[in-house]
């Protein structure tokens, strides 16, 4: 267990500003929101032979260990993760950190 | 963190050509991935009459895909063979040990792949860095990355977080942003961390956040500490 | 290489098509051109392709970011009032320096005999296009729907163009083709999506970053409608307008091209370095080396479109004349036809904007509206409007408004169903298809088949191409904002299915 965390959520478009305001009210300081397009296993489908994929936000946000958790449920829970189809939810321990306001 | 959760997970992370994301999520989801999260992104060359002529952005893919640790070094090893990844220019594939996941209802995997387990744990001594840097400061950050001797990166485009104090038209605003991703070894890792805090005064708020996360494999590195992305 | 290298991929694959076709016309000799002719295209094809890949490496650099900073900067200022006023000065100030309505106005100044003169005809379609350009903006900021605005303001135009003479309203949809140039689509682009960027993250879909291009070409057909109607006319003259004999010659021949490119590009980049200035100004201003990637980004698309546009007039314009005029001389219609939706079908493919348009969408989406897909579409609507163009120039009785009224028809009744991102997309590609290639090398072909076929008009038959080039995109790429729908809603439902049936199996086990 080291002392930050990197907590990676991956959303449809639309939903990073609620994901955001939900961090906020855990005590995330801030995050970093990345546009991006998802394509799941059975979700192929085609138009003319071309793929379309669905569009998805990537957010980013450190935050210490102690509150990790705290947020990392609030977003589970306000966005519903675990109903299927709602979007994805990581972690990773982070070593260095810089920048991080407390 | 007594967390039930305990993932078996492992995110990798795929760095091609502009174009090829997709193949390499349908690639993928044979060799036990659930499927995949592509982002626009670009390289930065570093010869420099290209960055005098301003030649110097290439545009990449950059895949994510969330796959369980047992097929973790076979898909690697898979992507390699498939990108040729040993060649140079031509892409970079690394994994990231992930401590927690919720939401993997959606994902499906295939169970008809079987992965065996890995035989032993490489040791690798990559380290990611990731600087989320204000967009103005990119090329300015990239440049001091480069002085320490590592390749330069990879970035991607995004937005900072929401301002609540100043509103646009009734909406908060939001800044833009730029992610570069640097792979390195741990010595030069802590390098760019600490030249890039020290240039982008860091601990000043709005002025970005900078971390590092230890890789756990890595494939298209063609020699020691040499990336050939 | 790096980025030129990548540009160069790509642009080789968009004006290689068309290339090919054209020599094969030559080869198989139906249309054999002489050795000058030759290699004047060849050479050509060769400009295009290193100018159009300099031109849109140059758009990245320069064209696209002045005009993403402008609209957020006007944004920023959270002043509905500034946002107008700056929305209307901006489509103002790029549609007057737009080269080429400079040269639709004197084409129209001389084919009325001087009842609208080459300034009046400029100055209504500068301030159609502000204007519409301002209420893009309004209905970015008060999110108004895009296809209310439509609707109204074609409404506007079919009420004005029961008020002027028939002819006219050839004049007015080529206006909207004119006022949209190379460098006009990347920075109004540009502009809806740094305008509409600070409300990204509340929107499910990237539609309040399309459609400005398509209001701005309605705001033009506006203006001219507004001025015809004030105007009286007695009688339009069809004098021809003479065409410069070329003969045998290549390298002065291009070199007179590229003389009066280079004025054209300077001309119409102009805008783009008085708004940099301007941004220079004002509290938001970049950094010196943001400024200089921009200025040199500004000058690759100077320098890229100079070649380009030499190329294209120099090497395709005449070669699209010669075409034109000998598969219409051998008496067979079929082969007019079939050898006109071709070239339509890829000439689009090497138009500057719309790599542009068909790189913001696949952006803009991130990748939910594929690049490919775009193409497809809007390549089947410029072949159809190219077999509609040959229609209507061998069949005299054929009026232009016979064919754009029922379409326009069939495309009002399509924007009711379609989504609004699609509606943006679709009106935008309208603008965006009648660029230089298809004032040039397309309109060549048509006014060369027009002056080998009996009873058709060289210059009224060759301003209706540009409105038909406008119009096909429209239907085309709304059908397919249906067809995406239709996917994707039954995508939703499989899925839904899917992770139920997944659920009812975790539970029994």
Redesign the interface.
């Known amino acids: 267990m080291n002392a930050f965390q990197a907590i990676l959520i991956i959303v449809g478009r639309g939903s990073a500003d609620r994901v955001m305001q939900i961090a906020h009210e855990n005590g995330a300081k801030g995050g970093t929101i990345v546009p991006c397009r998802g394509t799941g296993h059975h979700d192929s489908h085609e138009l003319l032979y071309t793929a379309l994929d669905s569009e998805r936000e990537l957010i980013v946000i450190v935050t210490p260990g102690d509150l990790t958790k705290q947020v990392a449920y609030a977003i589970n829970e306000a966005l519903a993760l675990d109903e299927p189809g709602n979007g994805l939810l990581m972690t990773l321990e982070l070593d260095e950190v810089k920048g991080l306001l407390m | ?1 007594d ?1 039930p959760e305990i ?1 078996p ?1 492992s ?1 990798i992370a795929v760095i091609v050509q ?1 174009g090829i994301g ?1 193949k390499v ?2 690639f993928s ?1 044979d060799h036990g991935s ?7 992104a670009y390289g930065t ?1 570093s ?1 420099r009459w ?1 960055k005098a ?7 990449r893919d950059l895949v ?1 895909m ?1 796959v369980r640790d047992n097929c973790e070094e076979k898909l690697l090893d898979a992507l390699s063979d498939y990108l040729h990844l040993g060649d140079s220019n031509t892409g970079i594939a690394f994994s ?15 169970t008809e792949v079987t992965c065996a387990p890995p035989d032993a744990d490489e040791a690798v001594d990559y ?1 990611a ?2 600087s ?1 840097v204000r967009d ?1 400061d990119r ?2 950050a990239v440049e001091k990355i480069r002085s320490t001797g590592a390749p330069g990166g990879t970035y ?7 301002d ?1 104090s100043r ?3 009734n ?1 908060p ?2 800044s833009e ?1 730029s ?1 570069i991703v640097t792979i390195a070894s741990h010595a030069k ?2 390098e760019i ?1 600490e030249v ?2 020290r240039f ?1 005064k ?2 000043e ?1 709005g ?8 890789v756990h494999r890595v494939r298209g590195i063609a020699k020691e500490g040499e990336l050939v992305i | 290489m790096g980025a030129l290298n990548e540009k160069l991929k790509e642009v080789t694959m968009a004006v290689l098509p068309v290339t090919v076709l054209v020599l094969i016309l030559h080869f198989t000799a139906l249309t054999p051109l002489t050795n000058a002719e030759l290699i004047r295209f060849l050479i050509g094809a060769a400009f295009l392709i290193f100018g159009l890949a300099l031109f849109l490496l140059g758009v990245d650099l320069g064209a696209t970011p002045i005009g993403k900073a402008s609209g957020y900067i006007l944004v920023r200022t959270n002043k509905l009032g500034i946002v107008l006023a700056g929305g209307f000065i901006l489509g103002l100030l790029i549609t007057v320096a737009e080269p080429d309505l400079a040269i639709l106005a004197d084409q129209i100044a001389l084919i009325t005999r001087g009842v609208l003169g080459r300034w009046q005809v400029i100055i209504f379609v500068s301030v159609g296009v502000g204007l519409l350009v301002m209420f893009a903006f309004l209905r970015i900021i008060k999110r108004l729907s895009l296809r209310l605005i439509i609707y109204i303001s074609y409404g506007i135009i079919l009420l004005l163009s029961i008020f002027v003479p028939q002819a006219f309203h050839a004049f007015a949809f080529d206006a909207s083709g004119a006022t949209t140039g190379a460098i006009t689509v990347p920075f109004m682009l540009a502009l809806a999506i740094g305008t509409s960027r600070y409300r990204a993250h509340q929107e499910k879909d990237a539609a309040a970053s399309f459609g400005m291009v398509g209001l701005a070409s309605a705001g033009a057909i506006i203006g001219l409608l507004v001025k015809g109607v004030l105007s009286s006319f007695a009688d339009f003259s069809a004098e021809h307008i003479v065409e410069t004999v070329v003969g045998d010659q290549i390298l002065p021949f291009f070199w007179r091209e590229f003389l009066h490119s280079a004025y054209e590009g300077a001309l119409s980049l102009m805008p783009l370095a008085v708004v940099l200035l301007i941004i220079q100004v004002t509290k938001s201003r970049l950094r010196m080396r943001a400024v200089i990637r921009v200025a040199i980004g500004l000058a690759y698309c100077m320098f890229g479109l100079v070649i380009f546009m030499t190329g294209v007039k120099a090497g395709f314009m005449p070669a699209g004349q010669k075409v034109g005029g000998m598969l219409a001389g051998m008496g067979y219609d079929w082969l007019l036809i079939v050898a006109g939706f071709f070239i339509g079908m890829l000439t689009i493919l090497a138009e500057p904007a719309v790599h542009v348009l068909t790189k913001q969408i696949e952006l803009e989406t991130a990748g939910n509206v594929p690049r490919r897909l775009v193409l497809i579409f809007l390549s089947a609507g410029v072949s159809i409007s190219i077999v509609l163009s040959m229609l209507r120039i061998m069949i005299p009785g054929l009026k232009l408004w016979h064919i754009l009224l029922p379409c326009y028809v069939i495309i009002m009744i399509l924007t009711h169903f379609t989504p609004e991102l699609f509606i943006g997309i679709a009106y935008d590609s309208g603008g965006v298809a009648s660029g230089p290639m298809t004032a040039t090398f397309i309109l060549a072909f048509a006014k060369g088949a027009a002056s080998q076929t009996d009873g058709a008009d060289v210059i009224l038959d060759g301003f209706g191409v540009i409105a038909l080039v406008a119009m096909t995109p429209l239907i085309a790429l709304q059908l397919l904002g249906l067809l995406h729908k239709v996917r994707m809603r039954r995508l939703e439902k499989k899925q839904l299915a899917r992770l139920a049936a997944a659920d009812s199996e975790k539970e029994t086990t």
């Open positions: 963190m967390t993932a997970f995110l502009r997709s999520v349908s989801k659930s499927g995949g999260t592509i982002i626009h060359a010869r290209l002529l301003r030649l110097d952005n290439i545009s994510l969330l990231l040990p992930v401590s927690h996941v919720l939401g993997t209802k959606k994902l499906s995997f295939d380290y860095v990731f989320i103005l090329e300015d991607i485009d995004a937005f900072g977080s929401a609540m509103l646009i038209f909406m605003s939001f942003k992610i890792a802590r961390t890039l805090s982008l860091i601990d708020p002025n970005g956040i900078i971390f590092a996360v230890p």
